[in-house]
């Protein structure tokens, strides 16, 4: 089986240099040139036309009206969940399969995650389960969601899009309306992606990370897309020290955060962005070449995108159909030994020794898909060469 597993990811990236990683970035546009540009002009910081041109563009591509770029995805998570209105002790809803930032994020806020089951179609948060879940352990106050079991407020649910699969964004929309929670979406890895013909973005309120290993990197930054007016102005001044404009003074309204992107990491983002639709078109047929060489192995498949979605293909993604013992190590130690640098997705948050015991539903399906995942060489490069 790994021989098979080792042929098949050969006849997709090729035979030549090792070690290939499980992603890199890839600099062949402006990059040097608006970097240097910065550089030259001495504006550096967190002031500069590469910020605000960042912001512009990047609200552009992902259908949004506004977007507020920050220096990582976890800060943008930690501060939207914040200034959304989720409060000390409040609960959030989040998957257990996802990156740990998301978890993070909902603990800098000082609440508290809440794990819930995800689907396998997606990998994303179940909607169909959740909504089993909260009738069982919820119940309603003064227009909330509270959890039976804690007395604490639900207030809000982050879904994942996972390695760039949208999940079922509409579905967990309805399920926030009804339930009252505020819904913020993860989308950190979507980049690009579309639901219904509509890039991840333009829904609601999401956030973005573009660190060195996602679809377009700016080093370390971030950022945040939303629709509303209010919520953007309130967003640009909390993530620059919400300091009054003046022109000499410093007075500052309320206790802020220093989290704006600077401009050097904007002006890398600038030319990044130029190159995105050819980084989709490589990802996408590079996972069309993934699916093809695996077509043949059973038991094994690439996971694809969810029916009504595009998916930017982040990492590609080997799910065995059931739960082999030890499959996943020991096909993990032979693509290690080949120099095919591939990784198992992340242990599930609940799990880990800070999240061990925080309120969570089943997460059988999770821990199952946990022993089950393996995702593949997916740097934007590798693809290129079938576009
Ligand atoms: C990358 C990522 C983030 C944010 O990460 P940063 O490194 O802080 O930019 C958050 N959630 C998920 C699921 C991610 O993959």
């Given at each position: 089986?790994?021989?098979?597993?080792?042929?098949?990811?050969?006849?997709?990236?090729g035979?030549?240099?090792?070690?290939?990683?499980?992603h890199?970035?890839?600099?062949?546009?402006?990059?040097?040139?608006?970097?240097?540009?910065?550089?030259s002009?001495?504006?550096?910081?967190?002031?500069?036309e590469?910020?605000?041109?960042?912001e512009?563009?990047?609200a552009?591509?992902?259908?949004?009206k506004?977007?507020?770029?920050?220096?990582?995805?976890?800060?943008?998570?930690?501060?939207?969940?914040?200034?959304?209105?989720?409060?000390?002790?409040?609960?959030?809803?989040v998957?257990?399969?996802?990156?740990?930032?998301?978890?993070?994020?909902?603990?800098?806020?000082?609440a508290?995650?809440?794990?819930?089951?995800?689907?396998?179609?997606?990998?994303?948060?179940?909607?169909?389960?959740?909504?089993?879940?909260?009738q069982?352990i919820?119940?309603?106050?003064?227009?909330?969601?509270?959890?039976?079991?804690?007395?604490?407020?639900?207030?809000?649910?982050?879904?994942?899009h996972?390695?760039?699969?949208?999940?079922?964004?509409?579905?967990?929309?309805?399920?926030?309306?009804?339930?009252?929670?505020?819904?913020?979406?993860?989308?950190?890895?979507?980049l690009?992606?579309?639901?219904?013909?509509?890039?991840?973005?333009?829904?609601?309120?999401a956030?973005?990370?573009?660190n060195?290993n996602?679809?377009?990197?700016?080093?370390?930054?971030?950022?945040?897309?939303?629709?509303?007016?209010?919520l953007?102005?309130?967003?640009?001044?909390?993530?620059?020290?919400?300091?009054?404009?003046?022109?000499?003074?410093?007075?500052?309204?309320?206790?802020a955060?220093?989290?704006?992107?600077p401009?050097?990491?904007?002006?890398?983002?600038?030319?990044?962005?130029?190159?995105?639709p050819?980084?989709?078109?490589?990802?996408c047929?590079?996972?069309?070449?993934?699916?093809?060489?695996?077509?043949?192995?059973?038991?094994?498949?690439?996971?694809?995108e969810p029916?009504?979605?595009k998916?930017?293909?982040?990492?590609?993604?080997?799910?065995?159909?059931?739960?082999?013992k030890?499959?996943?190590?020991?096909?993990?130690?032979?693509?290690?030994?080949?120099?095919?640098?591939?990784?198992?997705?992340?242990?599930?948050?609940?799990?880990?020794?800070?999240?061990?015991d925080?309120?969570?539903?089943?997460?059988?399906?999770?821990?199952?898909l946990?022993?089950?995942?393996?995702?593949?060489?997916?740097?934007?490069?590798l693809?290129?060469?079938?576009?």
């Open positions: 089986m790994n021989n098979q597993i080792i042929s098949a990811i050969k006849k997709v990236i035979d030549e240099s090792r070690p290939v990683a499980l890199e970035p890839l600099f062949c546009g402006n990059e040097e040139k608006y970097v240097a540009s910065c550089i002009s001495g504006w550096v910081s967190s002031v500069g590469f910020v605000d041109r960042f512009r563009e990047l552009g591509v992902c259908g949004a506004y977007a507020v770029a920050v220096v990582n995805g976890t800060c943008a998570l930690h501060v939207v969940l914040a200034v959304s209105g989720v409060q000390p002790n409040d609960e959030v809803l998957p257990s399969l996802t990156f740990v930032a998301t978890a993070n994020s909902v603990s800098h806020a000082s508290i995650p809440h794990f819930v089951e995800v689907e396998e179609n997606s990998l994303g948060i179940c909607p169909i389960k959740l909504e089993q879940y909260l069982k919820a119940t309603t106050k003064n227009g909330f969601t509270v959890n039976k079991n804690t007395g604490r407020v639900i207030r809000a649910i982050v879904p994942v996972v390695f760039g699969h949208p999940c079922q964004l509409e579905n967990l929309q309805k399920i926030a309306d009804k339930y009252n929670l505020i819904l913020i979406e993860d989308a950190t890895e979507a690009g992606s579309k639901i219904g013909g509509k890039p991840v973005g333009s829904h609601g309120v956030v973005l990370s573009f060195g996602k679809i377009i990197t700016t080093g370390g930054g971030g950022a945040i897309l939303m629709q509303d007016e209010a953007y102005k309130k967003l640009k001044h909390l993530t620059t020290t919400a300091k009054k404009p003046h022109q000499f003074a410093f007075e500052h309204d309320a206790v955060w220093n989290y704006r992107l401009n050097l990491n904007a002006a890398l983002g600038s030319a990044q962005l130029e190159q995105l050819r980084y989709i078109a490589a990802k047929a590079l996972a069309q070449r993934y699916i093809e060489a695996f077509k043949n192995i059973s038991g094994l498949n690439i996971l694809q029916e009504n979605t998916s930017n293909y982040w990492l590609v993604t080997l799910v065995n159909d059931k739960v082999d030890n499959w996943r190590d020991d096909t993990l130690s032979a693509l290690h030994e080949a120099k095919i640098l591939c990784r198992p997705t992340w242990t599930p948050l609940h799990l880990l020794p800070m999240y061990k925080n309120p969570r539903a089943d997460l059988q399906l999770t821990e199952n946990h022993k089950r995942i393996i995702s593949l060489p997916s740097s934007v490069k693809g290129l060469e079938y576009v």
